[in-house]
């Protein structure tokens, strides 16, 4: 058993009931008991992997409605499907490209409230649930109605997706929202998107969803439409009444029959009408026109736009050609800037050219201030190039020139490059862009990117750095071994290419995958990279590693070194006149590292100068960050209240810019404070949110240990059966703890929580499952303490002793194969502590002796200490007295040397307890006085209690009466001052003896009854059985038993019920005295014959325990008490005259231990032991 301080030489009162005495308890090493939390670390500032700053702006791009402002026609469309919307939530419009389906779908759109309506157009290679997600998150937020920031939710990640689709259904269903979605049939077929639909199309149940597209999309089914869930419009061409209309509207009559000629040759077909109202602007006729379609006997689209392209003058043709190959919407100058820079033309007429295309209806209207070329136009425009590689190849690289800050023109470049087949040109920006930020907001995007390379693709020179853009992927979802993978290929190929500056980068990035993982290996792997940067002369980078050298030191708490590479950093960066982006890491890390060193002034200076640079520089992640550690300064100091508000400054800055990792932090934060409040709930709330982001990112390291913390909060609630449901979930994902901490953290969770009975066979069936897996692979560390708290929970809970050995024993074996000393001398220190509790002390001893000399062959002095400690204790319970002075000597030798003064001082007084049970009181004075000296220094008032209470018993057994008094008085008022019951119920009891042995038995009873009371109040069963049986005696000596009867039987019942059964051998020997003082001869008997039969039992155990290499005075303790009494009981039966009521006892007591049923011939030894009795009786008669 592994309690502080035990009760072992002897339980309080075990020599003989008019002593008390009490022994310090034995040293122990470990100690479960505690429900604990793994709350995160300030976390290292670590510069990005390749030392560039900048966000991927989400928000360039707003996919507003279209502008249409000359539409005409379909009124009757409209109406019908403006109707439908009623009855039906999901519409499809679907018809081939040009038909009007994105015009119609606008116009539908204008009908309704403006705010009301979302518009999303997907586009080729583009189509992504999360962009689209996001933006439907960024519109509800943009509602008068909306609460929370669910922008913000998308995009960190916090949720599963089906979680977060589910979150933004729920916010449609709140009000009427009118959602349209243009050219779905750029989602690929069974892809998210569609799965999104689907659940769009089930589950929404106010306002509706349009979307267009070419074809059936696949979300829906014959059946929706059947049960008009769905409702599809295949849209057909303008009849002859809107053709007439849409050319009036254009200012251009036309002829009934003419309009009838385009219906049934052109099929209505908006675009073709759009190129036809071009060439009659151009002076072209209805004949014209009309001869145009009869020669044209297909393509009749393709044949009017060749006449359209060939009456515009060349720089129209050639800034619509540019104009087309732009796959994202453009502005007027990125058209006229790319237009100029590819065909280097300085035309200052270029404005009139886009002028008159957007009149000619070739170049549409987007929205404000942006336009589009529509598809056909596009197709039929390119191909009218020679060369349109060479095109796309020129308007990426001017892209690329032009907007190197713009995200999405870098996209749009990398489209370009790819589509052009210029693989190098195209992996290369995709490598800038996951630079640039692409990662956290569009990781699908990124996924995407980079997995349309393969290697043979491209150039192992751009592949070196492609797969590691796919190591920083990897890194982002937090799968470190596929991102070591990653960084390990890309340094073997820059190894193979001889590209130093590559592989400087390789080891970086290795080094900073396993910055929280194993400090060794990203220390050589940082230290590498630094050489490599030294000989490339690359000076920001290796004030990158000093700065990274100086986080990992400070975690590492090697704070001297740490201070030094910070140092170097900065001066580096100071002499070459750096930015001061690049100095804030540096300036942030040493806030940290003097935060470790309680330097709270200079943490705070150097945090706050971090923050500065971070907010001037448009630095959103660091400056989160250095308000965050801020935090941590501020309850470093105690102030929890500004430490609340940093983490929520912090928490709101993550939100708006979705940084993710410092949402986690904060949320972390935020919830440590309100555990420390004792506010579980909040606490809780908190952690679910971090339980979010580690779910998505399905980060198992770190959902083990938020698991199990959510589970120590309600565990902390007694809502045990909900904190075993979140531990076992952690206890899935075990073996991906990184630390011991964290592993001994939650065992010592588990194995509180199996206290409580209802869940204890769950915890046990799950860590018997756990031991299975783990027992799969070779030995560890995890696996030791996997057994060791199986074994406590078989022998603390359970109570299946052999079984809980076995564990333990196969703890220690798996420690000392694994060469872990120290732990294997602390696992050897509780073993033997078990076998003491038990009083199997041969077994103890024997521990005990193992431990020593390990301990002694591996130099672990102090635990030595300690173990000589715990068996001189058994040799003091053995009454091996020698022995036990040897050890408690050895002890202190080796506790001086260690300079543990807790350990000399137990030492000293044990020794002192040992020498007066020795009857040496004079030595046990010196010793206890010594012990005393150092209590008093280092104010343990436990200590001091227990030290005068026996220097009071030492000075007793000298019979200095006066000091006796004196101690046991001082030890009283130090209980009492400081609450001390169970202490002052001890105490009492020796004053209590103390004046009955002087015949005193008044004041001995107050004394005792007073014991009594502090021993109830502590709900201390043991001291109450020593109390009571104290006061009985001074009520034997009274007179007044009877006062205390039913009391004291109601007690000793309940000491058999807890098996305490040395106590209960004292109730039944007190019971057989009174009972014979009453004459009751029969019924003295009885309480005499049980008290011997337990005490013979008590004998037999303690032997099959400790053999023959202990006394047999110890052996047979209990059993020569109950003689010694009965002897003692009938002699002062017959000095009051009541010789034949002896007699009659004691042949009762014979014929009860001649009973053959219960006493074997083996055992007529006992009745031997009581024929001096006989001779007694004889002496009388003669």
Sequence with gaps: MTNDRSEDIPKHIQQELLKNSQVQGDLTIRDITQIGTQFLICPSSVTPMTGKFGLFNPTKITLNIPCYADFVGREQVIEDLIAATSTTRTIAILGIPGIGKTALMAQIASRFEQSRVFWYEFRAELASLDDTLMRLASFLDSQPEAEGNLSATVQTHRLYRSSLIDLIIEKLNQADYYIFFDSVHHIIKDSDLGSFFSILKNNLQRGFFFVAGRYKPDFYTLIDEGK?????????????HDIQNFFKKRGIPIEPEFAELIASRLDGLPIAIELIVNLLRESFSEKDIQALIEQAEEQVIDHLFQTVYNQINSDERDLLTIASFFILPFSQDNLIGAYKAILEKKNSHTKVSFTKLQQQFLIEPFKSNFYKV???????????????????????????????DDGFKQLEAVLLYYDAEEFNRAAELVVSLIDMGLLPYHPDWAEGLLGKFEEEMISPENWVWLIGSKGNLAFFWRQYEEAEDCYRRMLKIAEKLQDKVAAAIALQRMGIVYHDRNYQIAETNYLNSLALKKELNDLEGQAQIYSQLGMLYTTQHRLDEAYIELDKGLKLLETIDAPDWQKQPLYGNLGILYAEQGEWEKAVRFTEIGCQIAEEMSMPDERAMSIYNLGLHAAGQGNQEAARDYYLKALEIAKIYGLWHIEELAQLALGKYQYELGEYDEAIACFQKVLEIQEKFKDRAKLAVTYFDIGSFYSLKFDYTTALYYYQKGSDLFEYLNTEEQVRNFLSNIYVLAKEVSVSQSIL????????????????????????????????????????????????????????????????????????ERENYEQALDTNTEGINIAEASNLYNLAGGLYYNRANCFTNLEMWQQAEEDYRRCLALAEQANDTALQESALHNLGEMYRRWNRPGDAIKSLESSLESSIERDDIESQIITLNNLGLAYEQLSQAQKALECFNEALSLSCQYYRKCDESIVLISLGNFYLVDEQPDKAKDYYENALVAARLAEDTNLEEDSILSLAYAHRQLGTFDKIAEDFKAVAERTFE????????????????????????????????????????????????????????????????????????????????AVELAKGMYNTLLSKLQNPERWSEGESWIIDSLKPIEDYFTKQVE
């Design 228 to 240: 008009k869930i769905v409702k599809t419009v295949q849209l057909d061409g303008l009849d002859e």
């Design 374 to 404: 529509h598809e056909v136009i596009r197709r039929l425009a390119i191909n009218y190039v020679d060369e349109p590689n060479n095109y796309q190849i020129k308007l990426a690289d001017y892209l690329v020139i032009h907007a190197p």
């Design 765 to 836: 069936h799950s860590l018997k499952l756990l031991k299975k897996r783990l027992l799969a692979n070779s030995p560890s560390y995890v696996l030791a303490k996997i057994y060791e708290t199986l074994g406590k929970i078989y022998f603390e809970i359970l109570h299946k002793d052999r079984a809980g050995l076995a564990c333990l024993r196969q703890e220690i074996n798996l420690l000392a194969q694994l060469e872990r000393k120290q732990e294997q001398v602390e696992a050897l220190v509780s073993f033997a502590l078990i076998y003491e």
């Design 1058 to 1137: 807890l098996k305490h059964y040395k106590n209960f051998v004292k109730f039944l020997t007190f019971g057989g005295k009174i009972n014979l003082e009453k004459g009751e001869a029969q019924g003295s008997a009885e309480m005499f014959e049980q008290a011997l039969w337990i005490a013979f039992f008590i004998v037999v155990e303690r032997f099959s325990q400790c053999g023959t290499r202990v006394k047999p005075s110890f052996l047979a303790y209990e059993l020569r008490q109950v003689i010694g009494q009965i002897c003692d009981n009938i002699k002062e039966t017959v000095e009051k005259g």
